[in-house]
């Protein structure tokens, strides 16, 4: 069965630097996602992605975070300066269709750690 | 407004009993209501989701439970097993880009 995979699946970074976190959506899905979730809390949206470009963002989705589709299979999330409270697990998704319906799928997750 | 509203925060259930989790919403635009189930350590994994268009729908163990009038959704768990100890989090989408609003979790244990 066809599944989003991340990497790494532990960051752990200095604040202040920048760290690219990275997702393969599945193959024949258009629309991708980054969502994340601080510890011990809800997960919660921080943009979509749809042919090319940015189509929906967060307000926590500011100027310091970036995201790229460089070829056919990746898609990135940047964190261009860290800060400590960036802190949480960055969850990729995307969507397709299944059994149906459009549905989201989300990958394992990559945890990010900024000391 | 976009916020949705789940509860309770954790639930204790024996093995064998019905675990119930409810959400509601406020943005009527809301339109397609997903459940997640989340192991510790994993991402979400989707369980099962409804539209507005019905009032329940039934997947082996796990039903939803719609109810628009009152904008409100909640999730049964029949026959409850300690495999089902995780956390769900109910959602909620609309718009193009069908960006997920996710409820605050439920944590749920399944007594053996």
């Known amino acids: 069965e066809p599944e989003v995979t991340q990497t790494p699946s532990h960051q752990v970074t200095q604040m202040g630097q920048e760290v690219i976190l990275r997702c393969v959506p599945i193959?024949?899905?258009?629309?991708f996602y980054w969502y994340r979730q601080i510890l011990g809390q809800k997960v919660e949206f921080l943009v979509s992605?749809?042919?090319?470009?940015?189509?929906?963002k967060s307000e926590i989705f500011d100027d310091q975070f970036s995201v790229e589709r460089p070829d056919g299979s990746n898609f990135t999330l940047k964190i261009r300066s860290t800060k400590l409270e960036d802190s949480a697990m960055y969850f990729c998704?995307?969507?397709?269709?299944?059994?149906?319906?459009?549905?989201?799928?989300f990958g394992p997750g990559t945890r990010l750690t900024v000391t | 407004q976009q916020q949705v509203k789940q509860s309770p925060q954790s639930l204790i259930v024996q093995k064998g009993g019905i675990s119930i989790i409810n959400c509601a919403y406020e943005?009527?635009?809301?339109?397609?209501f997903p459940w997640y189930q989340q192991f510790p350590g994993k991402g979400p994994a989707l369980l099962i989701a409804?539209?507005?268009?019905?009032s329940e729908k039934k997947e082996g163990r796990f039903t939803i439970s719609f109810n628009k009038s009152a904008k409100q959704f909640s999730l049964h768990i029949m026959d409850s097993q300690p495999g089902d100890s995780a956390t769900y989090f109910c959602?909620?989408?609309?718009?193009?880009?069908?960006?997920?609003?996710f409820g605050s979790g439920t944590q749920l244990t399944v007594l053996p």
């Open positions: 998704a995307s969507r397709g269709w299944a059994g149906g319906s459009y549905e989201q799928y």
């Open positions: 193959s024949n899905h258009l629309y």
């Open positions: 992605f749809y042919n090319n470009e940015i189509s929906e």
């Open positions: 943005n009527t635009a809301f339109d397609y």
């Open positions: 409804i539209r507005p268009d019905v």
């Open positions: 959602a909620a989408s609309s718009g193009s880009a069908r960006q997920l609003t």
